[in-house]
Each structure stands twice: as structure tokens, then as C-alpha cells.
Nanobody
Framework: QVQLVESGGGLVQAGGSLRLSCVAS????????MGWFRQAPGKEREFVAV????????YYTESVEGRFTISRDNAKNAVSLQMNSLKPEDTAIYYC????????????????WGQGTQVTVSS
């Protein structure tokens, strides 16, 4: 198991930026693909971005492509999500998740989750 702690959420106006961070502890961080997911009120949790174990492969959901950037620093056991040009529809609780081995866009394939951090984008 790996423990995950997110930070960096908050309230921002549309068009603004936030940077989310997630720090891991407990196991070898580079053994895990890292994903970001989000859940808006009344909606199911959805995939946002994923980065492979050594950062060589990255995927984004279409709605954030070109606005969000996922990155990781294995020396610091950390993964980040830089969010630019934020829109009200980006409002959600954002979760980082770790999956041993291969990257995935499916939330049910992750068994390590952080507590979540709220992102609110006002119009």
C-alpha cells in the first residue's frame, strides 16, 4: 500500500490557475502509475490524467487537454497537476490515485487513493 496526501485546491475565478500536489509514502513510488480523478456533486468520479511510472507516457481526458499538465518527481515521491484556464465545469473534488504497474484510465483499477482536495471555479 501507498499513502497519498493531496494539497493545493481552492477557490479561483474562471480563467485562473491552480496547481495540485500529491505526496506519496509507504512504498517505492516509481513502481506506481499515478492518476488524477475528479468527482463533481451528483456525478460519478471521472478520469482526468495519468502518468506512467517513469513519466514517459501521459494521457488526459479530452476536456482538459491543452489546459492541464500532469508531472511527477520520483525523487520527491510526488505528482502534480497544473491546471490553467480553469472553467466552472472543472469544479470538483480532485483525487490522486496510485496503481501498481501499468497506467490506467479506469478508477476501479486503482487501489490507493488520497483524501481529495476541493477545487471550485467561479464564473
Amino acid at each position: 500500500q501507498v499513502q497519498l496526501v493531496e494539497s493545493g485546491g481552492g477557490l479561483v475565478q474562471a480563467g485562473g490557475s491552480l496547481r495540485l500536489s500529491c505526496v506519496a509514502s509507504g512504498r517505492t513510488f516509481s513502481n506506481y502509475a499515478m492518476g488524477w480523478f475528479r468527482q463533481a456533486p451528483g456525478k460519478e468520479r471521472e478520469f482526468v490524467a495519468v502518468i506512467s511510472r517513469h513519466g514517459g507516457t501521459i494521457y488526459y481526458t479530452e476536456s482538459v487537454e491543452g489546459r492541464f499538465t500532469i508531472s511527477r518527481d520520483n525523487a520527491k515521491n510526488a505528482v502534480s497537476l497544473q491546471m490553467n484556464s480553469l472553467k466552472p465545469e472543472d469544479t470538483a473534488i480532485y483525487y490522486c490515485a496510485a496503481r501498481s504497474g501499468m497506467k490506467s484510465r479506469k478508477s476501479y483499477e486503482y487501489d490507493n487513493w488520497g483524501q481529495g482536495t476541493q477545487v471550485t471555479v467561479s464564473s
